[in-house]
């Protein structure tokens, strides 16, 4: 459905959607193509964020449901089915997999919407055609896949070739619950692995709709296999089976370190993290546009609720136009973004995932005060919302790096201003903490942009810009924020493995 059409709905039209939806949810695992109940019948609730209601009762996982589905997806690769069928007929089914999701966005939407509190405007407008563009970009990938032939001795024939991993395990987080499983199910479908999928428990009833389209659109049953479940147990289950080739993990950096954990305690299996960050946005005294930067600054910690892996969360200013940033910031980013009902089209700012995660964050509100820095505006859970978790955008400033604030991943609408001298002291502030994952960097000046991208560790720099790209950028970051690359060509090619062939020629 065209995003056009889907502009003219009103809040009581969404709200209509929603029930609708909410009257018959699928809440089954997907395995082999069919829904079916956990192995011990036992639930979960999936609470809807804006009011604290329960949506559904969904099928917990247990470890007897990952075996099934693990085994489901085994026998789908050696059978063939998928892993052997041609790229070409394989790229077809992927763009009709695409183009069902496009057909499906109002479903998918609302979905998502309940599930994490998302803006609907914002899934409809920014997440769903995003989700089928990713799918297109790797569907065009699938048979540009290339191995090598070296050039070795006259006698020899010896070539590389890349062929799917097998089994591949797939746990995505809740921030882009399509999104994010798509980054990952996407490329590794696309190189002919079958996929066991655990999305978070806090977000699943998209993504197994997600396999059911899959299925709808041609692929193979038991090659996309969907398992819901409590992260300490089914994805648990999931990062050591035994029979599971390759983990794609994007979440905390602390669950990323018990995926390295648990492979090792398996079968060696190989391991992709996408964890989290601390990203700076650093604004030199020589900006060429004040004002481009304060709206950049203001919506890479708002946006999507700053429930954002690279939100750039923290913003460093240099002290020449440090006050004048700040006037700014207030004076715009204070009412750029509106708290209320996600299903109104006007609302840019939904709940928090979880009663849980506003608490977390309003504590780490109260510390940053307790510690010093001084808020500007916010800090608070807005009026008449008090039911839902949602927190009010804010800021602080006069942050230093040592605060709790600084260093730590608040996952929320917290933004946190540090000044800095001069360059030098910037890029030792922006180095300053255990994440690399992005960036960002305003000036006028080419040396300086070359020696902060040069000297920022980081795996993505935007210069002049922020959370800017396409799908020819490799996502991904250094230190402690994982060390995959999604996004791209070279999340395809991650999801293979070379085999050498060494022929000697009589």
Not at 270 to 298: H, N, T, W
Not at 400 to 414: C, H, L, S, Y
Not at 434 to 458: D, F, R
Request: net charge negative; aromatic share 8%; proline share 4%.
């Amino acid at each position: 459905m065209s995003t056009e059409a889907l502009d003219t709905l009103s809040k009581d039209d969404w709200t209509q959607i929603a029930n609708d939806a909410k009257a018959n949810p699928e809440t089954n695992h997907f395995i082999g193509g069919t829904f079916s109940p956990a192995s011990d019948g036992g639930t979960f609730q999936d609470i809807d964020p804006a009011n604290g209601n329960v949506i559904a009762d969904v099928a917990a996982g247990t470890a007897e449901d990952i075996d099934r589905a693990v085994a489901t997806a085994r026998a789908a690769f050696k059978g063939g089915s998928w892993s052997r069928m041609s790229p070409g007929e394989r790229k077809q089914i992927m763009y009709r997999f695409a183009d069902l999701v496009d057909a499906n966005t109002k479903e998918l939407s609302v979905l998502e919407t309940l599930d994490m509190g998302k803006p609907i405007a914002d899934v409809y407008g920014g997440d769903i055609p995003y989700v089928a563009d990713h799918i297109r970009f790797i569907a065009e990938c699938i048979d540009k896949i290339e191995g090598r032939v070296t050039n070795t001795d006259y006698d020899v024939t010896h070539f590389v070739a890349r062929e799917p991993y097998g089994v591949v395990g797939a746990i995505s987080p809740w921030n882009y619950p399509l999104l994010m499983a798509t980054w990952k199910i996407a490329p590794a479908l696309g190189a002919g692995n079958s996929v066991v999928l655990k999305p978070a428990e806090q977000s699943p009833l998209s993504c197994l709709r997600l396999g059911q389209l899959f299925v709808e659109a041609g692929g193979p049953e038991g090659v996309f296999n969907v398992v819901n479940g409590i992260g300490e147990v089914a994805g648990k289950a999931l990062a050591l089976h035994n029979d599971v080739d390759k983990i794609s993990f994007t979440g905390s950096t602390e669950v990323g370190k018990l995926m390295l954990v648990y492979a090792g305690q398996s079968n060696m299996k190989k391991v992709s993290l996408e964890c989290g960050g601390k990203s700076p946005q650093i604004i030199m005294a020589d900006v060429a546009d004040l004002d481009a930067a304060v709206e950049a600054a203001y919506h890479g910690i708002y946006a999507n609720m700053g429930e954002v892996c690279n939100a750039g969360s923290r913003i460093l200013v240099d002290r020449k136009i440090y006050q004048d940033f700040i006037d700014k910031f207030v004076a715009e980013g204070q009412h750029a973004y509106t708290c209320g009902d996600p299903l109104d089209p006007d609302t840019n700012l939904g709940p928090l995932v979880t009663k849980e995660s506003q608490s977390r964050v309003l504590g780490m509100i109260e510390q940053g005060q307790k510690e010093g820095a001084t808020l500007k505006f916010g800090g608070g859970v807005p009026s008449g919302l008090e039911d839902g978790a949602f927190v009010e955008p804010t800021l602080f400033t006069d942050v230093n790096n040592d605060m709790t604030i600084a260093r730590e991943e608040i996952f929320g609408p917290v933004a946190s201003v540090i000044p800095f001298d001069g360059v030098d002291e910037a890029i030792s502030i922006a180095n300053d903490t255990i994440y690399g994952l992005a960036a960002g960097v305003w000036t006028s000046n080419l040396n300086t942009a070359h020696k902060l991208i040069k000297e920022v560790q980081a795996g993505m720099v935007w210069v002049n810009t922020f959370d800017a790209g396409d799908m020819t950028q490799p996502f991904g970051g250094f230190k402690q924020s994982g060390n995959a690359k999604d996004n791209c060509m070279e999340a395809l090619i991650s999801y293979t493995q070379e085999k050498s062939a060494w022929i000697q020629l009589t």
